[in-house]
């Protein structure tokens, strides 16, 4: 494997010090490869196979943004307190307090939000295997425009888009407001996320490969919202 260039690790660390800065955290480590938590969370890390040299310095810089924000904004005793154990629910959960974190912490920072932006089209290249895939378009999509967090999907997603969105929005239409109304407090943004994820029609269900009716008990629930 090469070594990196000099103006590679100079990126690199330009990046980890705006990233440090972002998060408040001198401390923070910031591996534009590998972030357990971020990653954890439905963060594609990987952006060696960017051959636009435009294109991967923005998605670098989406990766450093998003791994900072996590770290600033994110809870995770409170996040798996809440956590689904089936894949998919789980999956679609990570997303989108990922999603909550990043829509707190780039509020009036519109390169941040452009960053993070590229980034989101890059998570979701196709092709698309699985119903699963799809599902996660339409969730991040619909996260997003929930939290006011500019969004432009590619074709391809746009596509995707115009299979699901209308059924899933018409499942779950009068929950998405709420995202925004209780971004600030993780246990009770999770409750909605998870209201949401339980409310999509059998029908949608049955379309994706796992179970997303699984939740934390009431009592489990409130046990978290009360820590």
Same mark, same amino acid.
Request: charged share 15%.
């Given at each position: 494997?090469?070594?990196?260039?000099?103006?590679?690790?100079?990126?690199?660390?330009?990046?980890?010090?705006?990233?440090?800065?972002?998060?408040?955290?001198?401390?923070?480590?910031?591996?534009?490869?590998?972030?357990?938590?971020?990653?954890?969370?439905?963060?594609?890390?990987?952006?060696?196979?960017?051959?636009?040299?435009?294109?991967?310095?923005?998605?670098?810089?989406?990766?450093?943004?998003?791994?900072?924000?996590?770290?600033?904004?994110?809870?995770?005793?409170?996040?798996?307190?809440?956590?689904?154990?089936?894949?998919?629910?789980?999956?679609?959960?990570?997303?989108?307090?990922?999603?909550?974190?990043?829509?707190?912490?780039?509020?009036?920072?519109?390169?941040?939000?452009?960053?993070?932006?590229?980034?989101?089209?890059?998570?979701?290249?196709?092709?698309?295997?699985?119903?699963?895939?799809?599902?996660?378009?339409?969730?991040?999509?619909?996260?997003?425009?929930? %939290?006011?967090?500019?969004?432009?999907? *590619?074709? $391809?997603? /746009? +596509?995707?888009?115009? &299979?699901?969105?209308?059924? #899933?929005?018409?499942?779950?239409?009068? %929950?998405?407001?709420?995202?925004?109304? *209780?971004? $600030?407090? /993780? +246990?009770?943004?999770? &409750?909605?996320?998870?209201? #949401?994820?339980?409310?999509?029609?059998?029908?949608?269900?049955?379309?994706?490969?796992?179970?997303?009716?699984?939740?934390?008990?009431?009592?489990?629930?409130?046990?978290?919202?009360?820590?």
């Amino acid at each position: 494997m090469p070594e990196p260039s000099n103006s590679n690790l100079q990126s690199n660390l330009a990046l980890s010090t705006c990233a440090k800065a972002i998060a408040k955290d001198a401390a923070l480590s910031v591996d534009l490869d590998q972030s357990p938590t971020a990653t954890q969370l439905g963060l594609t890390s990987t952006v060696g196979n960017i051959y636009n040299s435009d294109t991967k310095r923005t998605v670098k810089r989406g990766i450093s943004d998003a791994i900072a924000l996590v770290a600033a904004h994110h809870d995770d005793h409170i996040h798996s307190t809440y956590k689904p154990t089936s894949k998919l629910a789980q999956t679609l959960f990570n997303e989108m307090e990922r999603l909550r974190c990043e829509a707190t912490g780039a509020h009036n920072r519109l390169g941040i939000k452009s960053n993070l932006g590229v980034l989101w089209q890059y998570n979701f290249k196709p092709p698309y295997s699985s119903d699963s895939d799809q599902l996660r378009i339409v969730f991040t999509y619909l996260t997003k425009l929930a %939290l006011k967090q500019p969004v432009s999907p *590619t074709p $391809a997603m /746009q +596509s995707v888009l115009s &299979q699901w969105q209308e059924t #899933i929005w018409n499942s779950t239409s009068q %929950l998405w407001p709420q995202l925004l109304a *209780t971004c $600030a407090t /993780q +246990s009770e943004y999770a &409750q909605i996320s998870l209201a #949401i994820i339980a409310t999509i029609n059998e029908d949608t269900s049955n379309q994706a490969s796992g179970n997303l009716s699984d939740t934390p008990s009431s009592e489990e629930q409130h046990a978290a919202s009360n820590e």
